[in-house]
């Protein structure tokens, strides 16, 4: 078996800076790079002069390779090459299928780094100064898709919406009115919620709301997937929140 080393590394929630100093590294040594439609296309121009570029799509509603095609051309790659890097957007291990591609390599002989990345779970709502915990405020915070490979509704979220607990959900822009009326019949209506669209990019697009109008308020501005969402009361903490609740203490 040739002696070749395969990076899987985490490109963080989209800014090219947020990649970590280890993964930018990896990414400026690699022979070949196997990227993702959620890994942003600037950090390509950090890759080696020669270094090949292979885009495999991994976006919904964009075109992209299936994943067991992904993982042969990886191992294809890896039998030519001596360092083959796999960047995915955000970290690689949360909903990025990045273990999945781990599993069918280290079934060879190759040396396997993984470096993760700043998921957009905990970086995109730290960017707007949204604690995911906070004292007094919420003890913990549930991460789920939402959407299921059968392309139904999580039910972790059913789950997710009984706790008092901070609810961030990836991958359910398009589930979001049946979020909200899982939420609504929990008597959640007016939680906070917030939506961040391409989070830390300059075409990123927040809105804020309460479960009750964030659909409509989504509907009217027409935000768009990639995006998160995040509900519960730490939300409360965004600085627009603050301002309006001063405006109104004021009034």
Not at 43 to 71: F, P, T
Not at 107 to 115: G, H, L, R, V
Not at 141 to 157: A, E, M, R
Not at 176 to 196: A, N, Q, T, Y
């Amino acid at each position: 078996m040739k002696s070749t080393k395969i990076s899987i590394v985490g490109a963080g929630p989209g800014d090219p800076e947020l990649i970590t100093l280890k993964g930018l590294k990896a990414l400026q040594a690699a022979d070949v790079i196997l990227y993702d439609a959620l890994a942003n296309n600037a950090l390509l121009d950090y890759a080696k002069s020669g270094a090949k570029l292979i885009y495999v799509g991994k976006r919904c509603g964009s075109h992209s390779l299936k994943q067991a095609d992904i993982n042969g051309l990886i191992l294809r790659m890896a039998l030519k090459y001596d360092h083959v890097l796999r960047l995915k957007g955000g970290d690689p291990f949360i909903f990025g299928r990045g273990h999945e591609e781990l599993v069918h390599l280290s079934k060879f002989d190759f040396d396997i780094e993984i470096i993760p990345g700043i998921s957009s779970v905990t970086g995109l709502p730290l960017l707007q100064h949204v604690p995911l915990t906070r004292r007094n405020i919420s003890e913990s915070f549930w991460v789920c898709t939402g959407t299921t490979k059968n392309h139904q509704l999580s039910s972790d979220i059913l789950l997710a919406a009984k706790s008092k607990a901070t609810v961030v959900i990836l991958m359910g822009m398009r589930k979001l009115k049946e979020i909200c009326d899982v939420f609504i019949s929990e008597g959640r209506s007016i939680l906070p919620i917030m939506i961040i669209s391409n989070g830390s990019t300059p075409s990123e697009k927040v809105i804020l709301g309460s479960v009750s109008d964030i659909y409509e308020k989504a509907t009217t501005s027409g935000i768009k997937a990639p995006g998160i969402i995040i509900l519960g009361d730490t939300v409360s903490l965004h600085p627009e929140f603050i301002h309006q609740h001063a405006i109104a203490t004021w009034a």
